[in-house]
């Protein structure tokens, strides 16, 4: 059983560009999550992906935008980016079953630490 | 809007001691409530999941507690060991919208095992 996996795991930009963020999520989950954790602060919820569609979101602006494929991986595109979009950049995934709200325990990967110059 | 207290925000005990980390929640309507482990730089690992029906877990020298009704959690570690060093954070998991959930996180506590 593969876990979580992230890349890169570091990247610099300037402000004004875009970035995008890999996830490879668990074998056998269809539920991705995205969190910005700034330092020493606690991970913020960005949004969710279920089956291709985001299903919820968080207090993030639409230049926050993402994707999930068929095979349940993940990107997150960052538009336009700010300083204060320096942060470590968490995946999650887990298995959601049909109708269910509540998923079953949130894996996480490594992150990607993207800072904005 | 859910959110979620820890104390203390940072935590420095020598090896051995047991210990409480505190948690605390303002909305009780929580499918879970999970405790994870992060190391620094790096990403977070799960240590327990307790289910809003549940009123504790337990693994290995872990014992989590919830009282919903209270808003609180604890993680209880025993016979603390330098390798336990870490930052604990707490996250309740509700409803975010359209059948999806989220996890609200606290902010951590940073403990220190010494020697």
């Known amino acids: 059983e593969t876990g979580v996996t992230q890349s890169p795991t570091h990247l610099i930009k300037t402000r004004g560009q875009q970035v995008t963020l890999r996830c490879s999520s668990q074998?056998?989950?269809?539920?991705v999550s995205w969190y910005q954790q700034a330092l020493g602060q606690g991970p913020q919820f960005i949004f969710q992906?279920?089956?291709?569609?985001?299903?919820g979101r968080g207090n993030f602006p639409p230049r926050f935008s993402g994707l999930q494929f068929p095979n349940y991986s993940s990107e997150l595109n960052v538009n336009a980016l700010e300083l204060d979009d320096s942060a470590l950049y968490l995946c999650?995934?887990?298995?959601?079953?049909?109708?269910?709200?509540?998923?079953?325990?949130?894996?996480f990967g490594p992150g990607t630490r993207l800072t904005v110059l | 809007k859910q959110e979620v207290t820890q104390i203390p925000a940072a935590l420095s005990v020598p090896e051995g001691e047991n210990l409480v980390l505190n948690c605390s929640f303002t909305?009780?309507?929580?499918?879970?409530l999970q405790w994870f482990r992060q190391d620094p730089g790096k990403g977070l690992t799960s240590l327990l999941l307790?289910?809003?029906?549940?009123r504790e877990q337990t693994s290995g020298r872990l014992n989590a507690s919830l009282d919903k009704s209270s808003g609180r959690s604890t993680l209880y570690i025993a016979a603390s060991q330098p390798g336990d060093s870490a930052t604990y954070l707490c996250?309740?998991?509700?409803?975010?919208?359209?059948?999806?959930?989220?996890?609200?996180f606290g902010k951590g506590t940073k403990l220190s095992v010494i020697p």
């Open positions: 999650a995934s887990s298995w959601q079953g049909m109708g269910q709200g509540a998923g079953d325990t949130q894996y």
């Open positions: 074998s056998g989950h269809n539920t």
């Open positions: 992906y279920y089956r291709e569609e985001e299903n």
């Open positions: 909305d009780s309507a929580i499918y879970n």
């Open positions: 307790i289910q809003s029906s549940q």
């Open positions: 996250a309740a998991e509700d409803g975010a919208g359209a059948g999806s959930y989220q996890l609200t």
